[in-house]
Protein backbone atom coordinates (compact mmCIF):
# COMPACT_ATOMS: atom_id res chain seq x y z
CA UNK A 1 0.00 0.00 0.00
CA UNK A 2 1.48 3.22 -0.63
CA UNK A 3 2.11 5.74 1.88
CA UNK A 4 -0.06 8.66 2.73
CA UNK A 5 2.49 11.29 1.32
CA UNK A 6 2.41 9.43 -1.90
CA UNK A 7 -1.59 9.37 -2.56
CA UNK A 8 -1.77 12.61 -1.76
CA UNK A 9 1.16 13.91 -3.84
CA UNK A 10 -0.74 11.81 -7.10
CA UNK A 11 -4.11 12.86 -6.10
CA UNK A 12 -2.65 16.76 -5.72
CA UNK A 13 -1.19 16.18 -9.48
CA UNK A 14 -4.59 14.81 -11.25
CA UNK A 15 -6.59 17.18 -9.21
CA UNK A 16 -4.33 20.18 -11.07
CA UNK A 17 -4.30 18.66 -14.77
CA UNK A 18 -8.24 18.03 -14.62
CA UNK A 19 -8.65 21.56 -13.59
CA UNK A 20 -7.10 22.31 -17.10
CA UNK A 21 -10.90 20.99 -18.41
CA UNK A 22 -12.94 20.95 -16.29
CA UNK A 23 -14.18 24.01 -13.89
CA UNK A 24 -12.84 23.91 -10.22
CA UNK A 25 -16.21 23.68 -8.95
CA UNK A 26 -16.88 20.45 -10.66
CA UNK A 27 -13.84 18.50 -9.05
CA UNK A 28 -14.33 17.77 -5.07
CA UNK A 29 -11.75 16.12 -2.98
CA UNK A 30 -12.60 13.63 -0.32
CA UNK A 31 -15.83 14.07 -1.59
CA UNK A 32 -18.55 11.22 1.01
CA UNK A 33 -20.12 8.54 -1.62
CA UNK A 34 -22.66 8.21 0.99
CA UNK A 35 -24.13 11.29 -0.61
CA UNK A 36 -24.59 9.93 -4.25
CA UNK A 37 -25.76 6.37 -3.81
CA UNK A 38 -29.34 5.34 -3.12
CA UNK A 39 -28.25 3.19 -0.64
CA UNK A 40 -26.92 6.47 1.31
CA UNK A 41 -23.84 4.52 2.64
CA UNK A 42 -19.75 4.97 0.96
CA UNK A 43 -16.54 6.18 2.27
CA UNK A 44 -15.05 9.59 0.61
CA UNK A 45 -13.49 9.05 -3.31
CA UNK A 46 -10.33 10.70 -3.31
CA UNK A 47 -11.36 12.74 -6.33
CA UNK A 48 -15.22 12.90 -7.78
CA UNK A 49 -15.83 14.87 -10.88
CA UNK A 50 -18.62 15.82 -12.50
CA UNK A 51 -17.80 16.87 -16.11
CA UNK A 52 -20.74 18.58 -17.76
CA UNK A 53 -20.55 17.94 -21.51
CA UNK A 54 -19.49 14.61 -23.21
CA UNK A 55 -16.62 16.75 -24.38
CA UNK A 56 -15.45 17.15 -20.55
CA UNK A 57 -16.50 13.59 -19.81
CA UNK A 58 -13.70 12.57 -22.29
CA UNK A 59 -11.13 14.71 -21.00
CA UNK A 60 -11.53 13.50 -17.84
CA UNK A 61 -10.97 9.95 -18.73
CA UNK A 62 -8.03 10.78 -20.59
CA UNK A 63 -6.11 12.74 -17.55
CA UNK A 64 -6.67 9.62 -15.57
CA UNK A 65 -5.59 7.02 -17.79
CA UNK A 66 -2.56 9.10 -18.72
CA UNK A 67 -1.26 9.12 -14.92
CA UNK A 68 -2.87 5.34 -14.85
CA UNK A 69 -4.92 6.92 -12.12
CA UNK A 70 -7.75 4.41 -10.98
CA UNK A 71 -11.31 5.59 -11.61
CA UNK A 72 -14.86 4.37 -11.94
CA UNK A 73 -18.10 5.46 -13.82
CA UNK A 74 -21.22 6.15 -11.78
CA UNK A 75 -24.36 7.63 -12.36
CA UNK A 76 -27.55 7.57 -9.62
CA UNK A 77 -25.45 5.13 -7.66
CA UNK A 78 -28.21 2.65 -7.91
CA UNK A 79 -27.76 -0.95 -7.82
CA UNK A 80 -24.34 0.11 -6.04
CA UNK A 81 -22.62 -0.15 -2.43
CA UNK A 82 -19.87 1.71 -1.80
CA UNK A 83 -17.49 0.14 1.02
CA UNK A 84 -16.61 2.12 4.14
CA UNK A 85 -13.39 3.10 2.99
CA UNK A 86 -14.54 4.25 0.07
CA UNK A 87 -12.89 4.78 -3.09
CA UNK A 88 -8.98 5.23 -3.35
CA UNK A 89 -9.05 6.85 -6.82
CA UNK A 90 -11.17 9.10 -9.08
CA UNK A 91 -15.18 8.78 -9.34
CA UNK A 92 -16.37 10.36 -12.69
CA UNK A 93 -20.57 11.06 -12.62
CA UNK A 94 -22.58 10.97 -15.53
CA UNK A 95 -25.42 13.09 -14.47
CA UNK A 96 -24.91 16.08 -16.47
CA UNK A 97 -24.91 14.22 -19.59
CA UNK A 98 -28.21 13.88 -19.94
CA UNK A 99 -29.57 15.23 -22.93
CA UNK A 100 -32.77 13.47 -24.87
CA UNK A 101 -33.45 13.59 -28.44
CA UNK A 102 -36.59 12.47 -30.00
CA UNK A 103 -36.22 11.07 -33.65
CA UNK A 104 -39.38 10.08 -34.76
CA UNK A 105 -40.09 6.78 -32.92
CA UNK A 106 -36.82 6.96 -31.24
CA UNK A 107 -35.38 8.77 -28.82
CA UNK A 108 -31.36 9.40 -28.18
CA UNK A 109 -30.18 9.94 -24.75
CA UNK A 110 -27.40 10.68 -22.95
CA UNK A 111 -25.59 8.02 -20.55
CA UNK A 112 -26.58 10.28 -17.40
CA UNK A 113 -30.36 10.71 -18.30
CA UNK A 114 -32.44 8.83 -15.82
CA UNK A 115 -34.95 6.27 -16.97
CA UNK A 116 -38.00 8.37 -15.12
CA UNK A 117 -36.86 11.10 -17.26
CA UNK A 118 -36.63 9.03 -20.66
CA UNK A 119 -40.38 7.81 -20.04
CA UNK A 120 -41.51 11.27 -19.49
CA UNK A 121 -40.21 12.03 -22.87
CA UNK A 122 -42.01 9.02 -23.98
CA UNK A 123 -45.22 10.00 -23.28
CA UNK A 124 -44.68 13.73 -24.11
CA UNK A 125 -43.78 12.14 -27.41
CA UNK A 126 -47.02 9.04 -27.40
CA UNK A 127 -44.27 6.84 -27.56
CA UNK A 128 -45.09 3.43 -26.06
CA UNK A 129 -42.80 0.69 -25.22
CA UNK A 130 -40.69 1.77 -22.61
CA UNK A 131 -43.41 2.04 -19.48
CA UNK A 132 -41.65 -0.87 -17.86
CA UNK A 133 -38.72 1.63 -17.22
CA UNK A 134 -40.72 4.14 -15.96
CA UNK A 135 -39.99 3.15 -11.46
CA UNK A 136 -36.51 2.11 -11.82
CA UNK A 137 -34.10 4.60 -10.43
CA UNK A 138 -31.25 4.57 -12.44
CA UNK A 139 -29.69 5.84 -15.28
CA UNK A 140 -29.31 4.99 -19.45
CA UNK A 141 -25.39 4.12 -19.30
CA UNK A 142 -26.52 1.51 -15.69
CA UNK A 143 -29.60 0.73 -17.66
CA UNK A 144 -28.04 -0.50 -20.79
CA UNK A 145 -24.87 -2.18 -19.02
CA UNK A 146 -27.38 -4.41 -16.82
CA UNK A 147 -29.93 -4.56 -19.19
CA UNK A 148 -32.34 -3.76 -16.71
CA UNK A 149 -35.77 -4.83 -16.29
CA UNK A 150 -39.06 -5.10 -14.86
CA UNK A 151 -42.86 -6.27 -15.57
CA UNK A 152 -41.54 -8.21 -18.53
CA UNK A 153 -40.23 -5.66 -20.17
CA UNK A 154 -36.57 -5.65 -20.46
CA UNK A 155 -33.64 -2.72 -22.15
CA UNK A 156 -32.50 -5.65 -24.76
CA UNK A 157 -36.42 -4.93 -26.23
CA UNK A 158 -36.19 -0.90 -26.84
CA UNK A 159 -32.39 -0.45 -26.98
CA UNK A 160 -31.24 -0.24 -30.68
CA UNK A 161 -27.97 0.81 -30.77
CA UNK A 162 -25.53 2.05 -27.71
CA UNK A 163 -22.34 4.73 -28.44
CA UNK A 164 -19.51 3.67 -26.48
CA UNK A 165 -16.01 4.42 -25.35
CA UNK A 166 -13.69 1.72 -24.24
CA UNK A 167 -11.80 2.35 -21.13
CA UNK A 168 -8.12 1.28 -22.42
CA UNK A 169 -8.17 2.54 -25.71
CA UNK A 170 -10.45 5.89 -25.28
CA UNK A 171 -11.94 4.99 -28.75
CA UNK A 172 -15.32 5.28 -29.43
CA UNK A 173 -17.73 3.16 -31.27
CA UNK A 174 -21.31 2.18 -32.24
CA UNK A 175 -22.72 -0.99 -31.23
CA UNK A 176 -25.88 -2.03 -32.73
CA UNK A 177 -28.75 -4.67 -30.81
CA UNK A 178 -27.61 -7.59 -32.52
CA UNK A 179 -24.43 -7.55 -31.13
CA UNK A 180 -24.86 -5.53 -27.71
CA UNK A 181 -24.93 -9.41 -26.73
CA UNK A 182 -28.50 -9.06 -23.74
CA UNK A 183 -28.78 -11.31 -21.22
CA UNK A 184 -30.07 -11.22 -17.74
CA UNK A 185 -28.85 -8.59 -15.66
CA UNK A 186 -25.28 -8.51 -18.57
CA UNK A 187 -24.54 -6.65 -22.01
CA UNK A 188 -21.89 -6.03 -23.98
CA UNK A 189 -21.00 -3.01 -22.56
CA UNK A 190 -20.41 -4.86 -19.14
CA UNK A 191 -18.62 -7.77 -20.69
CA UNK A 192 -15.86 -5.77 -22.44
CA UNK A 193 -15.78 -3.08 -20.15
CA UNK A 194 -17.21 -0.25 -22.17
CA UNK A 195 -18.85 3.00 -20.85
CA UNK A 196 -22.02 4.23 -22.57
CA UNK A 197 -21.65 7.40 -23.76
CA UNK A 198 -25.74 7.24 -25.43
CA UNK A 199 -27.80 5.08 -26.78
CA UNK A 200 -30.97 4.82 -28.68
CA UNK A 201 -34.76 3.52 -27.83
CA UNK A 202 -36.69 2.87 -30.82
CA UNK A 203 -39.93 3.05 -29.84
CA UNK A 204 -43.71 2.92 -31.22
CA UNK A 205 -46.32 5.67 -31.74
CA UNK A 206 -49.29 5.12 -28.76
CA UNK A 207 -51.87 6.73 -27.20
CA UNK A 208 -51.51 9.06 -24.41
CA UNK A 209 -53.65 8.09 -21.69
CA UNK A 210 -52.62 4.27 -22.24
CA UNK A 211 -49.20 5.14 -21.65
CA UNK A 212 -50.00 7.73 -18.85
CA UNK A 213 -52.19 4.80 -17.23
CA UNK A 214 -49.59 1.56 -17.94
CA UNK A 215 -46.53 3.87 -15.97
CA UNK A 216 -49.01 4.78 -13.51
CA UNK A 217 -50.15 1.43 -12.47
CA UNK A 218 -46.23 0.17 -12.44
CA UNK A 219 -45.30 2.86 -9.96
CA UNK A 220 -48.48 1.83 -7.82
CA UNK A 221 -47.16 -1.37 -7.78
CA UNK A 222 -43.66 -0.36 -6.77
CA UNK A 223 -45.25 1.69 -4.18
CA UNK A 224 -47.07 -0.98 -2.68
CA UNK A 225 -44.71 -3.21 -3.10
CA UNK A 226 -41.03 -1.98 -2.11
CA UNK A 227 -39.45 -0.55 0.34
CA UNK A 228 -39.08 2.80 -0.80
CA UNK A 229 -39.29 5.08 2.08
CA UNK A 230 -35.94 3.43 2.91
CA UNK A 231 -32.68 4.27 1.43
CA UNK A 232 -31.63 0.71 -0.86
CA UNK A 233 -29.98 -0.31 -4.01
CA UNK A 234 -32.79 -2.00 -4.89
CA UNK A 235 -32.88 -5.94 -5.39
CA UNK A 236 -30.00 -7.49 -3.52
CA UNK A 237 -29.66 -10.72 -5.05
CA UNK A 238 -30.13 -11.88 -8.95
CA UNK A 239 -33.24 -14.72 -9.22
CA UNK A 240 -31.83 -18.18 -8.33
CA UNK A 241 -32.81 -20.50 -11.65
CA UNK A 242 -36.11 -21.98 -10.68
CA UNK A 243 -36.55 -19.60 -7.84
CA UNK A 244 -37.27 -16.61 -6.67
CA UNK A 245 -34.89 -14.74 -4.19
CA UNK A 246 -37.43 -12.46 -1.73
CA UNK A 247 -39.08 -16.02 -1.24
CA UNK A 248 -36.01 -17.85 -0.79
CA UNK A 249 -35.26 -15.45 1.99
CA UNK A 250 -38.69 -15.13 3.59
CA UNK A 251 -39.10 -19.24 3.42
CA UNK A 252 -35.87 -18.99 5.48
CA UNK A 253 -37.03 -16.81 8.32
CA UNK A 254 -34.94 -13.76 7.86
CA UNK A 255 -37.71 -11.31 6.81
CA UNK A 256 -36.63 -8.16 9.22
CA UNK A 257 -33.56 -9.78 10.26
CA UNK A 258 -31.13 -6.93 11.47
CA UNK A 259 -27.11 -6.71 11.07
CA UNK A 260 -27.02 -3.11 12.53
CA UNK A 261 -28.22 -0.85 10.60
CA UNK A 262 -29.08 -3.19 7.72
CA UNK A 263 -31.85 -4.95 7.88
CA UNK A 264 -33.66 -7.52 5.55
CA UNK A 265 -37.11 -5.17 4.58
CA UNK A 266 -40.65 -6.71 5.90
CA UNK A 267 -42.14 -5.04 3.05
CA UNK A 268 -40.29 -6.91 0.33
CA UNK A 269 -37.59 -9.33 1.19
CA UNK A 270 -35.81 -9.13 -1.80
CA UNK A 271 -34.27 -5.74 -0.55
CA UNK A 272 -32.02 -4.79 2.03
CA UNK A 273 -32.52 -0.89 3.47
CA UNK A 274 -30.29 1.24 5.53
CA UNK A 275 -32.70 1.78 8.60
CA UNK A 276 -30.38 5.03 8.87
CA UNK A 277 -27.54 4.14 10.28
CA UNK A 278 -25.74 0.97 8.12
CA UNK A 279 -22.45 0.81 7.35
CA UNK A 280 -21.23 -1.00 4.13
CA UNK A 281 -20.25 -3.59 6.67
CA UNK A 282 -23.12 -4.12 7.76
CA UNK A 283 -24.88 -4.63 4.54
CA UNK A 284 -22.50 -7.19 3.71
CA UNK A 285 -22.67 -9.05 6.95
CA UNK A 286 -25.82 -9.29 6.16
CA UNK A 287 -25.60 -10.27 2.40
CA UNK A 288 -22.96 -13.20 3.86
CA UNK A 289 -25.29 -14.04 6.18
CA UNK A 290 -28.39 -14.41 3.43
CA UNK A 291 -26.39 -16.47 1.36
CA UNK A 292 -25.19 -18.73 4.08
CA UNK A 293 -28.62 -19.52 5.57
CA UNK A 294 -30.32 -20.14 2.27
CA UNK A 295 -27.72 -22.37 1.15
CA UNK A 296 -28.04 -24.71 4.10
CA UNK A 297 -31.45 -24.95 4.29
CA UNK A 298 -32.25 -24.89 0.32
CA UNK A 299 -29.04 -25.59 -1.34
CA UNK A 300 -29.02 -22.56 -3.40
CA UNK A 301 -26.43 -20.21 -4.42
CA UNK A 302 -27.14 -16.75 -3.93
CA UNK A 303 -25.43 -14.03 -6.19
CA UNK A 304 -25.63 -10.28 -5.59
CA UNK A 305 -27.31 -8.38 -8.18
CA UNK A 306 -25.67 -5.35 -7.12
CA UNK A 307 -22.44 -4.13 -7.38
CA UNK A 308 -20.28 -3.90 -4.13
CA UNK A 309 -17.18 -1.79 -4.32
CA UNK A 310 -14.38 0.39 -2.76
CA UNK A 311 -12.14 0.11 0.07
CA UNK A 312 -12.15 -1.56 3.12
CA UNK A 313 -11.74 1.19 6.70
CA UNK A 314 -8.22 2.58 5.74
CA UNK A 315 -5.95 2.09 8.19
CA UNK A 316 -2.09 3.94 7.22
Given amino acids: MMSVENITDITDMIYSDLQCCIDEENIMRDEPMSKHTSFKI ?9 PQS ?30 DGGIEGAVINTAELNNIQVCGDALIAGA ?12 SSSLTG ?39 SLKQCKIYRDDMNFGYRTSTVQQ ?29 KRREKQPLEFPSAGSVFK ?22 GAQVSEKHTGFIINRGNA ?32 EEMRVY
Avoid at 112 to 123: F, I, R
Avoid at 279 to 292: C, E, F, T
Wanted: aromatic content about 8%; some cysteine.
Fill in 130 to 168: IEFACGIPGTIGGAVYMNAGAYGGEIKDVCEWCNVIDMK
Fill in 192 to 220: KGYITLEACFKLKKGESNDIKSRMDEFNR
Fill in 42 to 50: GGPADIYIV
Fill in 112 to 123: GTTLESLCNAAL
Fill in 54 to 83: KEEFIDAMKVLTVHNYPYMIVGNGTDLLIK
Fill in 239 to 260: RPEGYYAGKLIEDAGLKGMCVG
Fill in 279 to 310: SADDVIKLIRLIQRTIKEKFGVDMHPEIKIIG
